[in-house]
């Protein structure tokens, strides 16, 4: 392990050295002090690989800290936070990381599951722009069960898109305050390769007609990147005045690939800053399924979403897949 530590290390500081990015993250804090974040005791599903197992098991599960309709926003923490699972995921396998550790920041969290089509228990596969009004109507839900004026939403994967597709298209303005994209799938994306394998050795659309036979529209949708539902939010450029968005990818993501199509380019009157884990956390190795489980990445999020009063990031070593070594 710790030779493929110091090999994946070697090979983030290459795959950066050329790269043109935001600055990090934890670039001239004020505070050089890092957040006292939560460390989960073992048994609490701290991992993507354990929490996947037991979402498996308890279908429609909340992670822990979310779903708590009597909370209401503290001064310090106005704004709400409804975290969007990615495609073939569920609000428990995406979220039982960063959840338990917003709720103890004192944010009031929710999350959902949405855009099944009856495909077992794997959800955000169905026609995108429906799974879009769906999250926008949760979003409605939370903002009237708790009085906030606004929200900020944090999507993985698919649910980067789509927390922005809900801000900038679906919610009216000064609604969704922050969004939040830890490998959003922003623009089309070759799924490691695959899907540009898939194009040379299938005959002609026979995969993407595969994929909608087994109701999953959703990943042609982010394939191919030119449908009704990527027109609609990068057409006419991809932010809208009054929003803080946040893009924070992975150099070893193996789905949203290449790992920059994670990146927004920003327009007038809105803040963004895309970033890479492994320019604030050279030691972090997570990739696409991993990366809501680092305890880094969870640093940077907070520091997304309170930057008035930004922290240090302290960096742990993570590993592929199965995240830290212990929370």
Not at 61 to 78: E, F, I, K, Q, V
Not at 122 to 151: L, P, Q, Y
Not at 243 to 252: E, R
Not at 311 to 317: G, K, L, T
Request: charged content about 15%; some cysteine; overall charge negative.
């Amino acid at each position: 392990m710790k030779r493929m530590v110091r090999v994946l290390t070697a090979l983030t500081i290459a795959a950066l050295a050329g790269a043109t990015l935001a600055a990090p993250a934890a670039a001239a804090l004020p505070d050089p002090t890092p957040r006292a974040i939560r460390i989960a005791p073992a048994g609490e599903d701290s991992d993507w690989v354990s929490a996947s197992v037991t979402a498996s098991k308890r279908p429609g599960l909340s992670p822990a800290g979310a779903n708590d309709w009597s909370c209401r926003p503290s001064a310090a923490h106005p704004e709400p936070v409804v975290l969007i699972h990615g495609t073939l995921e569920n609000m428990y396998s995406s979220w039982n990381g960063l959840g338990p550790i917003l709720a103890d920041q004192g944010y009031c969290v929710f999350a959902l599951d949405y855009g099944s089509t009856g495909v077992g228990g794997m959800k955000a596969t169905g026609e995108m722009v429906a799974s879009a009004r769906e999250i926008s109507d949760f979003v409605d839900r939370v903002r009237t069960a708790t009085g906030a004026a606004a929200v900020s939403l944090i999507g993985h994967s698919q649910g980067g898109v789509q927390a922005r597709y809900v801000a900038n298209l679906l919610q009216p303005r000064g609604a969704v305050a922050r969004v939040i994209m830890l490998a959003g799938s922003n623009h089309a994306i070759t799924v490691g390769g695959l899907a540009e394998l898939a194009k040379l050795v299938l005959p002609h659309g026979s995969a993407a007609q595969l994929l909608e036979l087994m109701g999953m529209p959703a990943i042609v949708e982010q394939v191919r990147g030119d449908g009704a539902f990527y027109q609609d939010v990068n057409g006419a450029g991809e932010t809208v005045p009054g929003i803080a968005y946040t893009a924070v990818a992975t150099v070893f993501d193996e789905v949203v690939t290449p790992f920059r199509q994670a990146f927004i380019t920003g327009g007038p009157g809105a803040t963004v800053e895309n970033t890479v884990v492994q320019r604030v956390c050279p030691e972090d190795l997570s990739e696409h399924l991993s990366l809501p489980y680092s305890k880094n990445v969870a640093q940077i999020v907070l520091n997304a979403l309170d930057p008035d009063d930004p922290h240090a990031v302290r960096c742990y070593i993570q590993h592929p897949v199965i995240g830290s070594t212990g929370w």
